[in-house]
């Protein structure tokens, strides 16, 4: 399994998110604190949005170890961004290579997924089967992750063929993918189980999940901290009550730090809404 971290709020260093916390998301990727196994090393990726540029992100993905990666650390200390979405990947489903390293980008859109869609080589194809011209044509990889996106971006372009998105359209379209999924996934034999806890951003709001198909599977973490501003100045990182224009959201596979109040846990089977005016909504995702 993989970690990510998610952040929408005021300008904020790569870095604060990515080397600084103690439990920051390099730490992570050499000694992952809630993994079994606490390596994930098999590449890693880096989103971030510009507006005054372009409503499209800047992305680096690279399959060196990310704690080994002097260009990451250089870029990561010399770039703010108010939406930044990292991704450290321990691989599961499809090689190590820089196509399959998340988070994966469609037109303003970053995506990015932690767990797995078990035994997805069985359902690849009828999966490839649902997909339209323009989200098959787009996938450059072979992981679960990509594969479900696409399906996603799919039913998203039924509602939006520009691609320009709403939330709630991309809320839509991930139910419908999710159903398409586990339908199939629910016609296999002795298949392991759907885990989804992913990210999926245009730069102005995020959609979160956490979602397990079985009962009888462990669900992976994901934390959410929200309406409040936070930094991170010498390894030292703070979430402190702010006016509404300096709050922030942040969405991550484990802690950045040890202090517990200023995490919750998303629910299982739960959406996590941020929506672009700060407002937070958490829904059920099967309802």
């Not at 992100?57 to 770039?79: E, G, M, Q």
């Not at 932690?114 to 996938?139: A, E, P």
């Not at 991170?232 to 509404?244: E, I, Y």
Request: proline share 5%; with cysteine.
């Amino acid at each position: 399994m993989c970690r990510f971290v998610a952040y929408h709020g005021p300008p904020l260093l790569i870095s604060k998110l990515l080397h600084e916390p103690e439990n920051s998301l390099i730490h992570q990727s050499h000694h992952s604190r809630e993994r079994k196994e606490p390596l994930n090393g098999d590449g890693f990726g880096l989103g971030w949005y510009v507006p005054d540029i372009s409503e499209e992100p800047a992305l680096f993905h690279s399959v060196r170890p990310a704690w080994n990666d002097h260009n990451l650390y250089s870029l990561a200390h010399k770039t703010r961004s108010e939406t930044i979405c990292a991704h450290i990947r321990a691989a599961t489903i499809g090689k190590v290579s820089e196509s399959n390293c998340h988070p994966f980008q469609f037109q303003n859109l970053l995506m990015m997924h932690n767990g797995t869609i078990g035994n997805f080589d069985i359902i690849m194809r009828k999966v490839r089967q649902k997909l339209c011209d323009r989200s098959y044509h787009w996938i450059q990889g072979g992981t679960d992750s990509e594969h479900f996106f696409a399906l996603v971006i799919s039913y998203a372009l039924k509602d939006s063929p520009s691609g320009n998105f709403t939330l709630y359209q991309v809320q839509h379209a991930f139910r419908e993918a999710l159903k398409t999924v586990t339908d199939l996934h629910m016609k296999a034999l002795d298949i392991e189980p759907i885990l989804l806890n992913s990210v999926i951003t245009n730069g102005k709001w995020i959609l979160a999940t956490k979602f397990v198909s079985s009962t009888e599977a462990t669900p992976n973490t994901l934390y959410y901290s929200a309406n409040r501003r936070y930094d991170c100045d010498g390894g030292v990182c703070t979430m402190t009550d702010c006016a509404p224009s300096d709050q922030s959201v942040l969405i991550v596979s484990e802690k950045l730090t040890d202090i517990s109040q200023d995490w919750k846990t998303l629910p299982l089977n739960s959406f996590l809404l941020a929506h672009e005016n700060g407002d937070i909504q958490i829904e059920n995702l099967l309802s």
